[in-house]
């Protein structure tokens, strides 16, 4: 027995001259709603880091010294593409749950782990300078 077969949400088929239409329905709310958190959490976290790049700017950056500006800039961009990523995640979960397909893979999880890594690396730099 397939997952089609144990949900009720199931995306239903139709056939017409060969031609395979998949028909979107709604999913179970609870389902939409943990997505929506999903996307929430990456969004805080983006802001956590958008608040960092500031904080790295503003505040520690007033030293004349370059690479505070350099871990600025690095907090921002990541912050950026990582609410980006949350976003279009967000849509392709939402879209694959409507159509009962399987969860696409999460490569916002790689971007979150290689960004951090690069910040963590230029904090380093940082402190040992």
Do not use: K
Request: charged fraction near 20%; proline fraction near 3%; aromatic fraction near 6%.
């Amino acid at each position: 027995m397939d997952r089609r077969d144990r949900t009720s949400s199931a995306a239903e088929e139709t056939e017409t001259e060969g031609v395979i239409a998949v028909i979107d329905q709604e999913p179970d709310y609870r389902f939409t709603l943990a997505n929506e958190r999903t996307f929430l959490a990456w969004v805080r976290t983006a802001l956590a880091l958008l608040a960092a790049g500031v904080a790295a700017g503003e505040l520690i950056g007033d030293t004349g010294e370059f690479h505070h500006e350099v871990l600025a800039v690095a907090c921002v961009v990541v912050a950026t593409v990582l609410s980006l990523g949350a976003f279009y995640r967000w849509r392709r979960v939402q879209m694959a749950m409507r159509r009962d397909d399987p969860l696409p893979p999460a490569a916002i999880v790689q971007v979150t782990v290689g960004g951090l890594c690069a910040i963590a690396l230029a904090c380093l730099v940082i402190v040992i300078a």
